[in-house]
């Protein structure tokens, strides 16, 4: 597996700087994922509180895929992914400098507008540079780049968390960004035009009209939506104030819990690529799916550290094996010449789950229950991989046309 990734990778420099800049960037905002709740706390904070900090930076990256996206068919990829950068450095410096809870808010919705832009970029540009033979592999190997960075990210964040206070690891993820950006600007060239994305794919609305008539596109964005929300409103809202408020857990063991799932799904990324090339993409979809069901439905019942250990290992494991899937059939699905407007709209659809899962989640847990709530993103998620199961057609073979045509 490795030998494999190596040889990819050496055979592909545009993927190296890609894998590079997205790991050097991801893990600065794994490093502010366990400190969140802490720094929303000292304000005064509930569950709620820490849900909208989160939801705020899902609302700036769920107003920002689609422009983005389609000003990278403007002006290319590169430029925008290093504005995208600097928008990173400011927004997470507004909140490491943060007096109150409203600025913090404030600072949070301008990282994610930032996030929006590096990572709607950083995913055109795989799928750029990528066939439908090698998609999965070549989304694969940048979601083992990504997937590690997250991982590693907030044992560290806790760590310094610990030494310094809960303002340094922003502090860190400022500096991360900006060298993302240095790199970016040195050392990445553009990929729009580059392969079997010359053709014209025609007018933008018509791009967007054909996505959102596409009952395929429909279903693996609703994939992309329920993951997301089970990421965003479980692991890194309500997982973390769980433990800190209920099992009275220090942030060292919170973040090695959270970044022990992200390095089990960093450990099975590639894999997951050589399955979903393989086997096909609706192959590495439905498991992953069932195994982030089982993951909350037991971190909604867990009684001790170990289990909570496990039921992360499970989200991990099955995030891993989703995601990457998910990712390659949405990019499968692009009509000739739209990589840019495909994975805006892609993004889109599952950063709604950003804003959608961390207030929801928070609600539910103020107003209800915490085990209640983790029940419910359970639900959520089942919810969308039976209809993916049952109706979703396999992209792996089908040609582009047949595809983009749903």
Request: aromatic share 8%; with cysteine.
């Amino acid at each position: 597996m490795v030998g494999r990734i190596i040889g990819t990778l050496r055979a592909n420099q545009i993927l190296v700087w890609i894998c590079l800049i997205t790991l050097v960037n991801q893990l600065g905002f794994g490093m502010v994922i366990p400190v969140l709740p802490l720094f929303v706390q000292a304000f005064g904070g509930t569950a709620g509180a820490v849900g909208t900090a989160v939801a705020l930076y899902g609302l700036g990256r769920l107003l920002f895929n689609l422009p983005m996206g389609q000003l990278t068919e403007r002006v290319g990829r590169r430029q925008v992914l290093i504005v995208g950068e600097v928008i990173t450095v400011i927004g997470t410096l507004l909140c490491a400098l943060a007096p109150t809870y409203g600025v913090l808010l404030i600072g949070r919705f301008v990282g994610g507008v930032g996030g929006a832009t590096v990572l709607t970029v950083s995913q055109i540009m795989v799928a750029d540079i990528s066939k439908r033979e090698n998609r999965g592999r070549m989304m694969g190997i940048y979601m083992s780049f990504f997937q590690f960075a997250v991982g590693i990210g907030p044992v560290i964040g806790g760590l310094v968390a610990t030494a310094l206070g809960p303002r340094a690891p922003f502090f860190a993820f400022a500096a991360l960004a900006a060298l993302a950006g240095f790199v970016g600007a040195t050392r990445l060239i553009e990929t729009r035009g580059i392969g079997q994305q010359t053709a014209r794919a025609g007018s933008t609305g018509r791009v967007y009209r054909d996505l959102l008539t596409n009952p395929a596109f429909l279903l693996v964005g609703g994939m992309n939506f329920a993951a997301t929300a089970a990421r965003t409103g479980g692991i890194f809202t309500l997982v973390p104030a769980i433990a800190y408020a209920v099992s009275h857990l220090p942030a060292a063991e919170v973040g090695f819990a959270i970044t022990a799932a992200n390095l089990l799904n960093l450990a099975t990324a590639s894999v997951a690529g050589s399955v979903t090339d393989r086997y096909g993409r609706k192959a590495t979809i439905l498991p992953g799916g069932l195994l982030v069901v089982v993951a909350f439905s037991l971190l909604a019942i867990q009684s001790s550290y170990p289990i909570f250990v496990m039921s992360t290992l499970f989200w991990g494991l099955g995030a891993s094996l989703s995601n990457t899937a998910a990712s390659a059939y949405a990019a499968d699905l692009a009509p000739a010449g739209a990589n840019g407007p495909t994975m805006g709209v892609y993004r889109t659809l599952g950063d709604i789950g950003y804003v959608v899962g961390p207030l929801g989640v928070g609600f539910l847990a103020d107003r209800f229950s915490a085990p209640g709530a983790l029940f419910a993103i359970a639900g959520l998620v089942l919810l969308v991989v039976v209809p993916f199961g049952l109706f979703a057609r396999e992209t792996r073979r089908a040609p582009r046309t047949e595809a983009a045509l749903g």
